[in-house]
């Protein structure tokens, strides 16, 4: 019998707890701990702490305090002497404290999430895309001859679909051989995960990854970083030494890109005369990395370090610590403006929603590393997203899209409910306009 997912986790936990010595070098190399409140905690007691909770202990508040903060950026990972995984222990915890609630209540709560997640992802793609274009984002069928890649696209990048585009007529112009898999239809499982609904997070998880091999691709490009995690340390480590292992490689698209570098170079044709900054984020190693280079390739592109704390793996992995995430967007604008910069770029979506109408108040526009390097090879898609959350008013982006809400027979009750909720509501440090005054949580990922 094939081993689910909740024994493969109990089996990886096991060994967790086995080989953790409770040195605590993980928790010294940890950037939220200051921010958090709790960097005078002695560092073996609360790795100690970390692991009695995972156990079905009560560990400490600072403990808990901990895992909760958790914003993956991944600097731990390197400072375990045990090459341990800090981060999916630290995963592992907010799973234990989780599964303290009934079963009833952990399917619900994945289920309510998920189901939230699905209406801002279907809603917000079809306001800003007609049905021929969104038919992209689904695949085409298999073709006889395996694609060289899978472009998993993740759910929620499908809120600014012009960078998936982007990235996809990039793959179209180096010639590389594709299958687009994503959305809710191919979910990485995390919501389920996060909620401790072990049962339905594999069930879903392990259907995408099959879905992967089936395609026969030896490789799998990850945009969403949360994916990327979920899947490549939560998923399929449990599956390694089994019939059912992967013979795929996980890798983030912008490390394949930056791989074929060679490739790309020719195709950038065009001179792109501005100064641009990077927004960055260290949680999947080899990413910044991997964007620096790619701008850096340019033409006529000069490129500003902003030299700014790098924290998370996308910023609404700083939910947990809002005020924090309000003085990491402020200083992050406050130093593109002294670069003097005509282009704060980012690398991920949710980073994107949260930043671009600050475009508004600042001498420079907010754009995605992509688009920067589709002006140099001539494509541009346009940022519909930045477009209409810079209008800040519900009534006008309404009016605006009424069009492709009858098109694709939106209920004008729900299309509001997403705007006000996902789009203008999505706004961690407030806008300097006077419309701007709007403070809500982040959007899980």
Known sequence: ???????????????????????????EACPTKVPAGIADTDAAAITGGVLDIIRGGDGSAASERWAQVCSGSGRCIPACPEAINPRFMLALARVARQRRATAEDQRKQGNAAFSNMGRSVRVLSRIQLPADVLRRFRGEAPAATPPEVVFYTGCNVLRTPHIVL?????????????????????????????????????????????????????????????????IGENVLPGRTGTPDAPAYALE???????????????????????????????GLAGVSEAATRLLRAIPGLEYADLEQPQVGYMCNTLQHLPEFKRDVHRRLLEAAAAAKVDALAGVYHACHRELCSHETDWPFEVVNFLELIGESMGISREDTFKRLKKMQDADAILAEVMDLVEQHGLALEEVRAVIEKDLLGEQPLPLRGARGDRDTASAPS
């Open 252 to 282: 983030a698209f912008a490390v394949y890109l930056a791989s074929r570098l060679d490739r790309l170079r020719p195709l950038l044709r065009r001179p792109v005369c501005k100064r641009v900054g990077l927004h960055e984020h260290p």
């Open 1 to 27: 019998m094939t081993e689910t997912f909740a024994d493969a986790l109990a089996a990886r936990t096991q060994d967790v707890l086995d080989r953790c010595t409770r040195c605590g070098r993980c928790f």
């Open 166 to 230: 982007l990235a996809l007529d990039i793959l179209d112009a180096l010639g590389v051989s594709y299958r687009v898999m994503g959305g809710t239809g191919d979910c990485c499982g995390v919501l389920q995960f996060r909620a401790a609904d072990l049962d339905a997070s594999g069930r879903i998880a392990y259907r995408t990854t099959d879905r992967f091999a089936a395609t026969g691709a030896k490789k799998v490009l990850a945009w969403c970083p949360t994916c990327a995690i979920q």
